[in-house]
C-alpha cells in the first residue's frame, strides 16, 4: 500500500477564502470528502475480504476513501496543537493505512472501532516529532499529560487555569507540577536568533552545556542502541503479544485491558496472562543481550 494519503476529507461549517475568493488547500479537501459516500458495514465486508484473502489494492485504497471522514473527525481534535490540519489528516491516514493492513475482520466490529487507536497514535508520534526540536515526554507521565491535552478540559486548565486544580489530581501531582509539564508542550519553540532587545539574542545568555559535543554523541548512540535492543526483544515475541506489550507499555496513552480484550475477542484475564508472559519473555530477552 503507499504511504501517500489519497487526495481527499468532513463536515466543515463554512468555507474559509482567500482575499480573492479563492479556497485554501484544506477546504478543497474538505469539499472534495463530502462528495465521497459513507461506507456501509456490508461494502466494508466485501472490500476488507477482498484485501485480506487477495491482497487487492483497490479493495484496500476503497477502505481508506471510505474511512477518511472518521480520520478527519479525530484529526480535528488535536487542531489546538497548531500544526496543520492537513498534517495532522495525513498522519491520521498513515494509522488508517496500518490498521487495514492488520485489521481481522472475523472479530466482528467495525474497522475505525479498530483503527482509531491507530489513528490517534500516528497523530500523538507526529504531534511529538513536531512540537518541539528539543524532545519532550520522555516518561510516562509527561506522555499521559501530553495525551490529555487533546480533551478541551485539560487544554483549559493548562492554558487558563480553570480545573486545574482537578486535572492535577487526576495525575496524582500539584497544580504547579501539571503546569509546568503542560506548558512545555503548549510553549513553541523560539529562535535562538531572535532578537530580545538592544541586539541581545537569546543565545548570549545561555549557559554553556553541561556535556561536551562528543559526550552527547555517545548518548545519542547509547539511546539509539537501546531503542534497538528493545525493538529486537520485541520482534522475538508472537504477534499478539507484541500488540499487547506496545498497546499497554510503549505509546502515549496506553490502552485498558479491557479494550484490548475486545479487540483481541479474548477475555480480559487471558490479556492480563498474556501480559504477564510477554513482560517476563522481554526481560529474559533484554537480560540475555545484556550477558
Avoid at 532587545?197 to 561536551?212: F, H, K, R, V
Wanted: avoid cysteine.
Amino acid at each position: 500500500m503507499s504511504d501517500t494519503p489519497p487526495s481527499p476529507v468532513i463536515k466543515h461549517g463554512s468555507l474559509k477564502r482567500y482575499e480573492r475568493g479563492e479556497l485554501s488547500p484544506l477546504d478543497i479537501w474538505y469539499r472534495e470528502l463530502r462528495r465521497i459516500p459513507r461506507m456501509t458495514r456490508e461494502e466494508e465486508i466485501e472490500f476488507t475480504r477482498q484485501w485480506v484473502e487477495h491482497r487487492d489494492l483497490q479493495a484496500a485504497q476503497r477502505l481508506v476513501m471510505g474511512n477518511l471522514h472518521a480520520v478527519a473527525a479525530i484529526a480535528r481534535e488535536y487542531r489546538h496543537f497548531g500544526l496543520p490540519e492537513m498534517d495532522l489528516i495525513q498522519e491520521g491516514t498513515l494509522g488508517l493505512m496500518k490498521a487495514i493492513q492488520r485489521f481481522d475482520p472475523s472479530r466482528g466490529f467495525r474497522l475505525m472501532t479498530y483503527a482509531s487507536w491507530w489513528v490517534r497514535a500516528e497523530i500523538h508520534d507526529y504531534i511529538l516529532r513536531s512540537w518541539s526540536i528539543v524532545k519532550m515526554g520522555t516518561n510516562k507521565l509527561q506522555r499521559r499529560i501530553f495525551a490529555g491535552l487533546q480533551k478541551a478540559r485539560h487544554a483549559i486548565a493548562a492554558i487558563e487555569g480553570r480545573l486545574d486544580e482537578e486535572i492535577a489530581n487526576e495525575y496524582g501531582i500539584s497544580n504547579q507540577e501539571f503546569h509546568a509539564i503542560a506548558n512545555a508542550f503548549l510553549q513553541r519553540d523560539v529562535s535562538l536568533d531572535a532578537d530580545q532587545g538592544e541586539g541581545n539574542t537569546m543565545i548570549t545568555a545561555l549557559p554553556a552545556p553541561d556535556a561536551s559535543p562528543e559526550e552527547q554523541v555517545v548518548e545519542s548512540d547509547w539511546n539509539l542502541h537501546q531503542h534497538e535492543r528493545l525493538e529486537q526483544a520485541l520482534q522475538q515475541l508472537p504477534e499478539r503479544d507484541r500488540l499487547i506489550i506496545r498497546r499497554r507499555h510503549l505509546l502515549d496513552e496506553p490502552a485498558t485491558l479491557k479494550e484490548l480484550a475486545g479487540e483481541l475477542g479474548i477475555s480480559i484475564e487471558r490479556v492480563r496472562q498474556l501480559e504477564s508472559r510477554a513482560m517476563k519473555r522481554l526481560k529474559a530477552s533484554l537480560v540475555g543481550a545484556e550477558g
